[in-house]
């Protein structure tokens, strides 16, 4: 009628190599991911939380939503206080504070 009978095809021969040699695409694309992508990530916010951990009173910072200030204040839970005018002080989250313009330096010890 119109239905053709289906043969099935003759599996070749697989051997020991057919499985590995389909995961290796997919290695392959991780180990390039790791070093392109997750592994620069990891240092850059590495970098940005030693500098959090490293901010000090007199700072000149720029945060992320484009305020630059002098850090006024800054305290243990996350907050600190930037002047950002003369008399306008603002308490920002630290981790939105992008970059540390100047730094200033740590009081001789007499």
């Known amino acids: 009628m119109f239905a053709t ?50 901010l000090r009173r007199g700072d000149q910072v720029v945060t992320s939503g484009g305020l630059m200030g002098k850090v006024t204040r800054v305290t243990d839970d996350d907050e600190a206080e930037l002047q950002i005018a003369e008399g306008v002080k603002v308490r920002v989250v630290k981790s939105t504070i992008a ?10 010890e007499s």
């Open 5 to 54: 009978p289906a043969y099935a095809q003759s599996v070749g021969d697989a051997g020991s190599m057919g499985g590995l040699a389909g995961i290796i695409p997919f290695i392959l694309m991780f180990v390039i991911f790791y070093f392109l992508l997750i592994r620069p990530q990891q240092k850059r916010m590495k970098e940005h939380k030693k500098m959090i951990e490293n």
């Open 99 to 108: 970059q540390v313009v100047s730094k200033t330096e740590p009081a001789a």
